[in-house]
């Protein structure tokens, strides 16, 4: 230790064992000792820390002369701390108390990350405490966010949030507090500001507080975006939970409810958890939603099917595939009445065991038409007799039709082939295979494929795979093929 630490360390020893002795701060109310004053110094600077958000800095206490060490997020992150520890605990001095130096042994200054897409979240749990996630622009505002969310909560605010470049121009931290105030209305839900969108989700129990939050966050300004979404009380509820489907909420009769039941049971391949109860409301034929719905929902590999009579009426969140959501959508719009539908899930992929030896990448177009070839080869897309009408239990090759379509390169289109067999008038079975075909293009176009990729035609009879001699042949010449060529624009 050279002198002039020595003569530091000794002054420091002494300021405090003098202050263990002397009124402190010019009153006669109490006394410490100089271990006592060290823990209040210290306890003083870590809270001073704290409250000025810079948690990071790690301090040590040599007598009355503190050392930082740390890394610091900025160099105005730097200053703040050694300027919040430096006033902590009064003017400073032997006889004043307080904090004589503050010492900054940093590390080097994290520079902070560049996040694509800006995204903030503010979330309210169903007591009323919020929670702040994701990113802000610099200590600040971070700390300005939760402290307006304390205030709207009256309690403290769990802050997560990590500093971080890429901010959206204009008010962004005013666009976060309004986010705040319209959260505030609901019962529970979340904020979710991301780049230029604020979405508002969540419940809201009072009609009037669903309506002020969805038209305040709908009329956001320019540039922002305001997307709400935010529902009102359930009276019914299937759900996903742990392998077991989960019926709750109410049903106007004793019939409707042993029917729901069944519904479920014939359509879910598992247990069925029964906690319905019977209470008449003013809400009537929503069980025909039921009916149209639950079937398709029973297929969800998760989420949640409900019934909003004062929000969004028929709800539909989770995760399905392609071909249970497309006929869910198909389905639905038969529905009769004022309800509404919202269908929010995702689509996930089915496996395709059947192409786990193709190479997709040594030649593109070889590679995806080999695996349509031999997707169609061990699946079928069924008809309903007669007609161009797909049979509902075609669903699973529907999805591996799109599955496949996804593999492919981005450059290469489809011919959507339709063929029959030999029986009856030729022109009737050409006419017959291409509607076919178009029906199956029609789906793929309704389940997000760009249309400008496909081509349609109908073969009839003119191209069998088998002979039509026997019930095996002709079942194999009714078919679906696709041909995959360049993409020529």
């Known amino acids: 230790m050279g002198a002039y630490d020595t003569m530091v360390a000794g002054l420091s020893g002494a300021g405090l064992a003098l202050l263990g002795i002397i009124t402190v701060h010019g009153t006669s109310e109490y006394h410490l ?46 200053e703040a701390a050694r300027v919040a520890v430096l006033n902590s ?45 994701g990113s802000a622009p610099d200590e600040d505002i971070k700390t300005a966010l939760a402290a307006y969310a304390s205030d709207l909560s009256g309690r403290t605010t769990d802050d997560r949030v990590e500093l971080a470049r890429g901010v959206p121009e204009g008010d962004w931290a005013e666009t976060a507090k309004f986010g705040m105030d319209q959260l ?22 009072e009609s009037a507080a669903r309506i002020q939050a969805t038209a305040s966050v709908a009329n956001l300004s320019d540039p922002w975006r305001g997307v709400p979404n935010i529902d009102g009380p359930s009276l019914w509820k299937a759900e996903h939970v742990d392998g077991t489907l989960v019926l709750s909420g109410s049903c106007e009769t004793l019939e409707e409810r042993a029917e729901i039941a069944e519904i479920a049971a014939t359509y879910f391949d598992g247990p069925v958890v029964d906690q319905m109860t019977v ?72 496996a395709l065991d059947e192409i786990s030896d193709v190479d997709l990448g040594e030649d593109p177009l070889v590679a995806c038409q080999t695996s349509f070839d031999l997707i169609m080869d061990a699946n079928a897309v069924v008809f309903n007799t007669g007609s161009a009408e797909i049979s509902r239990e075609s669903g699973l090759t529907l999805d591996k039709i799109m599955a496949v379509s996804e593999f492919c390169a981005d450059n290469l289109m489809f011919e959507v082939g339709g063929h029959t067999d030999d029986s009856g008038d030729r022109a009737a079975n050409l006419t017959l295979s291409e509607a076919r075909a178009q029906a ?48 020529n624009e």
Not at 184 to 205: F, H, N, P, Q, V
Not at 281 to 305: A, D, K, N, T, Y
Not at 442 to 457: C, P
């Open 89 to 133: 605990s009064g003017q400073g001095g032997i006889l004043r108390g307080g904090i004589w130096s503050v010492d900054t042994q940093f590390g080097e200054i994290r520079p902070l990350p560049t996040v694509s897409p800006y995204v903030w979240r503010a979330i309210k749990s169903p007591d009323g405490a919020m929670i702040l996630v």
């Open 33 to 78: 000792n100089a271990a006592q004053m060290h823990d209040e110094l210290r306890s003083s600077a870590e809270t001073a820390l704290v409250e000025a958000g810079q948690s990071w800095a790690e301090l040590e206490l040599n007598g009355q002369r503190a050392i930082l060490t740390g890394s610091p997020p900025s160099v105005k992150a730097a």
């Open 440 to 487: 199956v293009a029609n789906y793929m176009a309704a389940t997000g494929f760009d249309t400008a990729r496909l081509i349609v035609q109908g073969y009839g009879p003119d191209q069998p795979k088998l002979d039509n001699a026997t019930p095996e042949g002709r079942a194999a010449n009714r078919r679906i093929e696709f041909k995959v060529q360049e993409w």
């Open 279 to 350: 209470s008449s409301s003013e809400h009537e034929q929503w069980i025909q939603g039921v009916r149209l719905g639950l079937p398709h929902f029973s297929q969800f590999e998760s989420g949640e099917m409900e019934f909003q009579p004062e929000g969004q009426g028929f709800k539909f969140e989770g995760e399905a595939t392609s071909s249970t959501l497309q006929f869910l959508r198909e389905d639905m719009s038969q529905l009769e009445g004022d309800y509404p539908v919202a269908i929010q899930a995702e689509t996930v992929t089915v």
């Open 184 to 205: 505030a209305l609901l019962d529970s839900g979340e904020a979710r500001l991301t780049d230029y969108e604020l979405r508002l989700s969540g419940i809201a129990m």
